[in-house]
């Protein structure tokens, strides 16, 4: 593989911490996540104590989730269940492998014609799951898709200004202006066939929940899996592509993916050899697994900020007994509600110690962390209550929190948990608890409807960037498009544009550390902690476990 031309090496550069890259842990002196929670090292928490290698024959292999993929279209959610399950069907031009590292993937190389052009050399010889070829124009097809007003992938590929085809195997992609993580972000645009989309008229996402297509329930890629059946909230199965371009190294034949909501049937489906896998495991069935022999925990840090967020673009808050304006919009009470929450309490006794508190909205691992800045004010109910005298609401107010409660580790007990914290500064929350796939759609794009809520985020190029430009920069069509709460800050916009354009690893850097300060002054979001993965398998199974919580079927194999 070429490297590309005037590519700063520290963007390209992953440090491999055992079985997991955590990018820019250099630039951050280091990650605190270099031993597992039971105290081994990260390379035997991310594969189990055991290496990946050949064995002597396929197999079938079940595992069992909390929550189901929400779609087949890779365009309709930013979401890393859907990535990850639909990245065994659809592949990227550029993917990472077990160490999170870049690799080539549907381009065997590329190189920088020029600040803002890239040419991308397609492999030859791929051919779609139908048997026809994979070309450049499949590629021109997929970008313009991804960049669709429909499209929920806008974000990673809104520094593209378009996809040109220079013959069958080479695409030139140009940027508005240089884009200096243009290759990670590569890696979650899932290229899907132009001519299957146009055959089943799905050349434009549809809006999960408000349209729907063939490409919601069905899927034809290139990649190591095909999909052959699917029932939503119950069931899918893929099976071996038995054209794919590349060297298998799973020996699975078959996976199903089952869906079980309950953590108690979960952990008894595993435990009765029902499943070969869980993927969310409780933590206080951690020592129970522990302790049950032919089964083994895997443990690893993992990438994603879980986080509170506030409205602040309603004028008046539908779940809010204050009338004529919104509290939030006050810093004051924004403030108030963080310094009621005790993080570090939910993340030691609630969770079993299976998240890392933090202040920041990205955390160890992704390129631009501080640890400087990682540094959570000390709960005080008694200065939250001053705060909110201050800003006119002596007596508090009532307000409606949304919570997922099949997505995250103990999400609905953590907002649970929230309710009592927030009540004794006389914050009344009301709850409501849901499935993500009610949650995403009520309180993402188009909806946005939700006044206080509880989300999770993993950058998709491990870059601070990524946080900035989705969840925090001003919605404008591209920009914020997982901004829920309308937060606009136009210091933060400038910057966020700047970084997003600096090629100097230094000047980058000081930049993001300068927009880390405007968004824990402002707090548009209250960070909570990092989340430690935790999947739980028959030790005849061996899995990658990376960081970004994907779980790539190309690495399963079963003894």
Same mark, same amino acid.
């Given at each position: ?133 994979? $070309?450049? =124009?499949?590629?021109? #097809? @997929?970008?313009?898709?991804? *960049?669709?007003?429909?499209? /929920?992938?806008?974000?990673? !590929? ?11 195997? $080479?695409? =030139?992609?140009?940027? #508005? @202006?240089?884009?200096?993580? *243009?290759?990670?972000?590569? /890696?979650?645009?899932?290229? !899907? ?367």
């Amino acid at each position: 593989m070429r490297p590309p031309a005037r590519f700063p090496s520290r963007f390209l550069r992953v440090t491999a911490l055992g079985g997991a890259a955590l990018l820019g842990a250099s630039l951050a002196g280091g990650s605190p996540f270099e031993e597992s929670p039971s105290g081994g090292s990260l390379r035997g928490a991310i594969l189990g104590g055991v290496t990946l290698g050949s064995v002597a024959h396929a197999a079938n292999f079940r595992w069992a989730n909390d929550g189901d993929v929400n779609a087949m279209d890779p365009a309709t959610r930013q979401e890393t269940v859907q990535l990850s399950f639909l990245a065994n069907i659809y592949e990227p031009l550029v993917r990472r492998n077990a160490d999170l590292q870049l690799e080539p993937a549907l381009a065997e190389s590329w190189e920088q014609l020029s600040p803002t052009v890239w040419r991308f050399h397609l492999r030859k010889g791929v051919r779609w799951q139908d048997g026809s070829p994979f $070309t450049a =124009d499949d590629v021109v #097809f @997929t970008l313009r898709r991804t *960049l669709s007003k429909t499209s /929920s992938m806008r974000a990673p !590929m809104a520094a593209v200004k378009e996809a040109r085809k220079v013959d069958d195997h $080479t695409v =030139d992609f140009e940027t #508005f @202006t240089p884009d200096p993580i *243009l290759v990670q972000e590569q /890696s979650n645009l899932l290229i !899907m066939s132009k001519t299957w989309c146009e055959a089943h008229d799905a050349t434009e996402p549809a809006i999960i929940g408000k349209a729907d297509n063939y490409a919601l329930r069905n899927a034809m890629g290139t990649g190591p899996f095909r999909l052959v059946s699917r029932e939503p909230d119950r069931a899918t199965v893929v099976e071996k592509n038995p054209t794919w371009w590349d060297a298998p190294k799973h020996h699975v034949d078959r996976v199903e993916l089952v869906v079980i909501g309950s953590a108690a049937t979960r952990v008894a489906a595993l435990l009765s050899g029902e499943v070969d896998m869980i993927y969310a495991v409780p933590p206080q069935d951690i020592p129970r697994i522990k302790a049950t022999p032919g089964l083994k925990l895997l443990q690893a840090p993992e990438l994603r900020t879980i986080y509170l967020g506030f409205n602040q673009s309603r004028d008046e808050l539908p779940s809010s007994d204050v009338k004529g304006k919104n509290p939030l919009r006050d810093q004051r009470v924004r403030m108030a509600l963080a310094l009621a929450i005790d993080a570090p309490a939910i993340s030691s006794r609630l969770m079993l110690g299976l998240g890392r508190p933090g202040w920041t909205m990205w955390g160890p691992g992704v390129n631009g962390y501080d640890a400087a800045r990682d540094v959570r004010p000390t709960t005080d109910p008694a200065k939250a209550r001053q705060l909110l005298a201050e800003a006119g609401y002596p007596d508090g107010f009532k307000l409606g929190l949304d919570c997922p409660n099949d997505r995250y580790v103990m999400d609905e007990q953590i907002c649970t948990a929230l309710v009592p914290m927030l009540a004794r500064i006389g914050v009344r929350v009301e709850l409501s608890a849901q499935t993500k796939a009610k949650f995403f759609t009520k309180i993402l794009a188009p909806n946005y409807d939700t006044d206080f809520w509880l989300l999770g985020w993993t950058p998709a190029t491990y870059d601070a960037h990524n946080v900035l430009y989705t969840l925090l920069g001003t919605r404008d069509g591209k920009r914020g498009e997982l901004n829920v709460g309308g937060y606009s800050n136009p210091a933060l916009d400038a910057l966020i544009g700047q970084i997003g354009v600096e090629t100097n690893a230094g000047k980058r850097l000081e930049m993001i550390r300068a927009a880390n300060a405007i968004v824990q002054q402002d707090l548009p979001t209250v960070p909570l902690h990092q989340q430690v993965i935790v999947w739980a398998a028959k030790d005849t199974v061996q899995v990658a476990q990376p960081a970004d919580n994907f779980f790539p079927y190309r690495y399963i194999q079963v003894k």
